[in-house]
């Protein structure tokens, strides 16, 4: 599967946010899908997941409350949705997709993900 990721930017801190990824090339449904965030010189980290048919995310503890992921199936697409956002966000954000539909322990590791977009570059000022 093909991840086309998009609406990065420069934005301000404290505004909003959101991000998208097509996908093509396959059966959408058949993956879970997540963010992840690289921050330069820093691992990549995982930001929210979402599973094949969109009614189970999960969230680290440092994002929760501040990042909802969502799909639309029908569009090929996952979303983030970022709120109050922080100098500290500044990263590129990657969208993947796994095979495995559902969560377990390994869905927070970015080895558990087959396939990667090419990554949005969002930038937060002060």
């Known amino acids: 599967v093909q991840l086309q990721a998009s609406g990065g930017g420069l934005v301000q801190a404290g505004d909003s946010l959101r991000l998208s990824c097509v996908a093509s090339g396959r059966t959408f449904s058949n993956y879970a899908m997540a963010w992840f965030r690289q921050a330069p010189g820093k691992e990549r980290e995982f930001v929210a997941g979402?599973?094949?048919?969109?009614?189970?995310?999960v969230y680290p503890n440092s994002m929760r409350g501040r990042v909802t992921i969502s799909r639309d199936n029908a569009k090929n697409t996952v979303y983030l949705q970022m709120n109050n956002v922080k100098p500290d966000d500044t990263a590129v954000y990657y969208c993947?997709?796994?095979?495995?539909?559902?969560?377990?322990?390994?869905?927070?590791?970015?080895?558990?993900?087959?396939?990667w977009g090419q990554g949005t570059q969002v930038t937060v000022s002060s």
């Open positions: 993947a997709a796994t095979s495995v539909r559902t969560f377990y322990s390994g869905s927070y590791y970015a080895e558990t993900y087959d396939y």
């Open positions: 979402v599973n094949w048919s969109g009614d189970n995310t």
